[in-house]
């Protein structure tokens, strides 16, 4: 692989997720196009990409060769229905706000709306009712407490922020962790990958009235999320991944667990296909929604799943390899359409991805320490502390004083659920970082929903904004 991968060309392509033949189709026969929404009245057909759907809530009110006259008695055809504006006045446009407080935006994002009808002609995201400060504040913790701040900003996948945060560090500091420590490493944020996926699809799914959905994903993911409290005591923000390697070595069982997780949770994911796959609503709320083109995506610094549906092959975990992730086998899934139904797919096979690389780390966990051997980093092993003065002493500086990193400034970016996350550290050569600039995905995809939104209906709001899949403690940092 080339030191500087292409962004569509190149090694990186990887198979294209195919759609279910027949009611996934485009609704107007391209590919990578957006649909231009047409208003459903009574008497006319149903969308020609919906025909080999079930009859139940696809069929046509009454077959074509009725009898006009019919059609007008039985009230399936009405002039109304057909009586539209081409040029609707500037006085009939309106400004309506959608959240802060909605309970469909994900976090506190408001959507500032003009709407001409039914259809949205201009999007205003309005960040910055969070307000956490998560950037300034890193500048007042040492590099042992950073953990416990970035946890916080993507607390759907924690695990991600407090690696990123890590692997940046140990480039100021110059060490490099044991392999037992990277393994782990991997192990812990595939899983969250996928516990971040399954909260996704059980939101995507409550969000455009599949409530089975919103059951389903919690259910599993809540068998992850045990494995997460059992290894670090925590469900969510952790503060596991620190630099130099982990806070804890996996407990005892914990191999039975994984296998556990690896029996189950692929019985869960063949449901959610089973549900939405070619369920003929589904796809009706999501086949040719809120489509953004790969051109789009490089405007806009689109990455991840959202990057990956609309047919770039791009993931950090095969361009830029990190924590030994590059010694496992896995396929980075792609979309073609760029709309909602593809995102639900990408994210749905990487889900698979994840669970094949937690099956290999299984298989090939290396011995040996899960933290660097360096006691200017890692603090003594707590059976010491009883033993020796001199180690009681090192501990205690260790965790109120923190260690001092090396003058110089380093970036680095792993691939979290959401895209690329970087983080951008400055050493001034103390135990605190003099600055720290982080990268979020979720502020572009919030950043790129008027792409998605403009021209559309009112009633695709809310399925093309929890396709994004934002956090808004990642966008307002």
Excluded at 45 to 62: K, N, V, Y
Excluded at 253 to 271: C, F, Q
């Amino acid at each position: 692989m080339s030191d500087t991968p292409d962004y569509v060309e190149g090694d990186l392509v990887a198979p294209t997720l195919e759609r279910p033949e027949g009611p996934a189709e485009p609704p107007d026969g391209a590919e990578g196009t957006r649909r231009l929404h047409e208003l459903w009245v009574a008497g006319t057909e149903e969308p020609r990409w919906l025909a080999a759907a079930t009859d139940e809530g696809a069929q046509e009110i009454l077959p074509a060769d009725v009898d006009p006259e019919v059609a007008y008695e039985a009230g399936a055809a009405v002039v109304d229905d057909y009586v539209a504006e081409p040029e609707p006045a500037p006085d009939e446009r309106q400004i309506i706000n959608l959240g802060p407080q909605h309970p469909s935006t994900h976090g506190v994002l408001r959507l500032q709306l003009e709407l001409e009808g039914e259809t949205i002609r201009r999007v205003k995201p309005i960040i910055g009712y969070l307000h956490t400060g998560m950037e300034k504040t890193a500048e007042t913790l040492t590099y042992l407490q950073g953990g416990t701040n970035v946890t916080r900003m993507d607390y759907l996948s924690p695990f991600h922020n407090e690696l990123c945060f890590s692997l940046v560090t140990e480039q100021l500091l110059g060490v490099e962790v044991p392999p037992r420590a990277q393994a782990i490493r991997v192990l812990m944020t595939e899983l969250n990958r996928v516990a971040s996926h399954l909260i996704w699809v059980a939101t995507q799914g409550m969000d455009v009235g599949a409530l089975s959905m919103m059951l389903y994903g919690w259910r599993e993911r809540e068998r992850i999320l045990a494995f997460f409290e059992k290894v670090t005591g925590l469900r969510m923000n952790h503060n596991y991944i620190r630099p130099g390697g982990v806070a804890a070595d996996l407990p005892d069982g914990w191999e039975e667990d994984v296998e556990e997780l690896l029996e189950r949770l692929p019985e869960g994911i063949a449901e959610y296909h089973e549900l939405l796959d070619e369920n003929p609503i589904f796809l009706d709320r999501t086949v040719g929604v809120g489509v953004i083109t790969p051109a789009e995506c490089h405007a806009y610094g689109i990455t991840g799943p959202i990057a990956r549906a609309s047919g770039i092959a791009w993931d950090l975990r095969k361009a830029f390899p990190y924590s030994g992730i590059d010694r496992y086998d896995f396929d980075v899934p792609t979309g073609r359409h760029g709309d909602v139904y593809d995102r639900y797919l990408v994210r749905m096979a990487e889900m698979d991805e994840s669970l094949k690389i937690v099956r290999q780390v299984l298989e090939t966990m290396p011995a040996g320490d899960y933290r660097v051997d360096d006691a200017k980093v890692t603090p003594p092993p707590r059976k010491r502390i009883d033993e020796s003065m001199e180690a009681l002493i090192h501990h205690f500086k260790l965790f109120t004083e923190g260690f001092k990193v090396p003058p110089g400034e380093a970036y680095q970016a792993v691939e979290s659920p959401r895209g690329e996350l970087g983080m951008y550290l400055v050493s001034h050569g103390g135990s605190k970082p003099w600055r720290l600039h982080v990268r979020t995905p979720s502020f572009a995809a919030v950043q790129a929903l008027p792409v998605m939104l403009t021209d559309s209906l009112v009633a695709d709001l809310i399925a093309t904004l929890a396709s994004t899949d934002p956090v808004l403690g990642d966008v307002d940092r």
